[in-house]
Nanobody
Framework: QVQLVESGGGLVQAGGSLRLSCVAS????????MGWYRQAPGQQRELVAT???????NYAGSVKDRFTISRDNAKNTVYLQMNSLKPEDTAVYYCNAETNTRRPYVYWGQGTQVTVSS
Protein backbone atom coordinates (compact mmCIF):
# COMPACT_ATOMS: atom_id res chain seq x y z
CA GLN A 1 0.00 0.00 0.00
CA VAL A 2 3.04 2.26 0.48
CA GLN A 3 3.36 4.49 -2.57
CA LEU A 4 6.64 6.31 -1.85
CA VAL A 5 9.55 4.84 0.09
CA GLU A 6 12.44 7.00 1.33
CA SER A 7 15.86 5.86 2.43
CA GLY A 8 19.29 7.28 3.19
CA GLY A 9 18.68 9.33 6.32
CA GLY A 10 20.93 9.13 9.32
CA LEU A 11 23.20 10.94 11.75
CA VAL A 12 26.13 12.97 10.45
CA GLN A 13 28.45 15.65 11.73
CA ALA A 14 28.19 19.21 10.51
CA GLY A 15 29.91 19.52 7.16
CA GLY A 16 29.12 15.95 6.21
CA SER A 17 26.99 14.55 3.42
CA LEU A 18 23.99 12.28 2.93
CA ARG A 19 22.17 11.03 -0.14
CA LEU A 20 18.44 10.43 0.13
CA SER A 21 16.51 8.22 -2.25
CA CYS A 22 12.79 7.85 -2.88
CA VAL A 23 11.19 5.17 -5.02
CA ALA A 24 7.64 5.60 -6.26
CA SER A 25 5.38 2.60 -6.78
CA UNK A 26 4.83 1.66 -10.39
CA UNK A 27 1.08 1.93 -9.91
CA UNK A 28 1.32 5.70 -9.52
CA UNK A 29 0.60 7.02 -12.99
CA UNK A 30 1.36 10.33 -14.67
CA UNK A 31 3.88 11.65 -12.16
CA UNK A 32 5.25 15.04 -13.15
CA UNK A 33 6.89 16.78 -10.20
CA MET A 34 8.80 14.96 -7.49
CA GLY A 35 10.50 16.59 -4.57
CA TRP A 36 11.62 16.74 -1.00
CA TYR A 37 10.13 18.58 1.94
CA ARG A 38 11.28 18.65 5.54
CA GLN A 39 9.77 19.27 8.94
CA ALA A 40 11.55 19.95 12.21
CA PRO A 41 9.75 19.53 15.55
CA GLY A 42 7.38 22.42 16.17
CA GLN A 43 7.96 23.80 12.69
CA GLN A 44 5.96 23.98 9.50
CA ARG A 45 6.75 21.57 6.73
CA GLU A 46 8.86 23.39 4.18
CA LEU A 47 9.97 22.90 0.62
CA VAL A 48 13.53 21.71 0.12
CA ALA A 49 13.71 21.00 -3.60
CA THR A 50 11.58 19.83 -6.51
CA UNK A 51 12.26 18.51 -9.98
CA UNK A 52 9.84 18.08 -12.87
CA UNK A 53 9.81 15.13 -15.22
CA UNK A 54 11.50 17.37 -17.78
CA UNK A 55 14.30 18.19 -15.35
CA UNK A 56 13.43 21.69 -14.15
CA UNK A 57 14.61 22.16 -10.57
CA ASN A 58 13.62 24.45 -7.74
CA TYR A 59 15.42 24.89 -4.41
CA ALA A 60 14.78 26.58 -1.14
CA GLY A 61 17.18 29.47 -0.62
CA SER A 62 18.60 27.85 2.50
CA VAL A 63 19.89 24.82 0.58
CA LYS A 64 21.00 26.35 -2.71
CA ASP A 65 24.59 25.46 -3.61
CA ARG A 66 24.61 22.67 -1.02
CA PHE A 67 21.86 20.26 -2.09
CA THR A 68 21.22 18.72 -5.50
CA ILE A 69 18.00 17.04 -6.57
CA SER A 70 17.91 14.57 -9.44
CA ARG A 71 15.70 11.80 -10.75
CA ASP A 72 15.70 8.67 -12.82
CA ASN A 73 12.38 8.49 -14.63
CA ALA A 74 12.91 4.90 -15.74
CA LYS A 75 13.35 3.82 -12.13
CA ASN A 76 10.64 6.13 -10.77
CA THR A 77 13.21 7.41 -8.30
CA VAL A 78 14.20 10.83 -7.01
CA TYR A 79 17.40 11.63 -5.13
CA LEU A 80 18.62 14.40 -2.88
CA GLN A 81 22.37 14.80 -2.50
CA MET A 82 23.02 16.87 0.62
CA ASN A 83 26.48 18.33 1.15
CA SER A 84 27.91 20.72 3.72
CA LEU A 85 25.16 19.79 6.15
CA LYS A 86 24.36 22.12 9.00
CA PRO A 87 22.58 21.48 12.31
CA GLU A 88 19.72 23.60 10.95
CA ASP A 89 19.13 20.90 8.33
CA THR A 90 18.02 18.47 11.04
CA ALA A 91 14.47 17.36 10.25
CA VAL A 92 12.33 14.57 8.94
CA TYR A 93 12.61 14.61 5.17
CA TYR A 94 9.55 13.63 3.16
CA CYS A 95 9.40 12.55 -0.44
CA ASN A 96 6.62 14.01 -2.57
CA ALA A 97 5.14 13.20 -5.96
CA GLU A 98 2.43 15.06 -7.87
CA THR A 99 0.51 13.76 -10.84
CA ASN A 100 0.03 15.70 -14.05
CA THR A 101 -3.70 15.21 -14.32
CA ARG A 102 -6.80 17.36 -14.56
CA ARG A 103 -7.16 17.10 -10.79
CA PRO A 104 -3.55 16.74 -9.58
CA TYR A 105 -3.03 14.27 -6.77
CA VAL A 106 -0.19 14.49 -4.25
CA TYR A 107 1.54 11.48 -2.69
CA TRP A 108 3.76 11.55 0.39
CA GLY A 109 6.32 9.17 1.79
CA GLN A 110 6.60 8.20 5.44
CA GLY A 111 9.72 10.29 5.97
CA THR A 112 13.35 9.66 6.84
CA GLN A 113 15.17 11.30 9.74
CA VAL A 114 18.22 13.44 9.08
CA THR A 115 20.17 14.57 12.13
CA VAL A 116 23.21 16.84 11.88
CA SER A 117 25.34 17.21 14.99
CA SER A 118 27.46 20.24 15.75
Amino acid sequence: QVQLVESGGGLVQAGGSLRLSCVASRNIFSIDTMGWYRQAPGQQRELVATVTRAGTTNYAGSVKDRFTISRDNAKNTVYLQMNSLKPEDTAVYYCNAETNTRRPYVYWGQGTQVTVSS
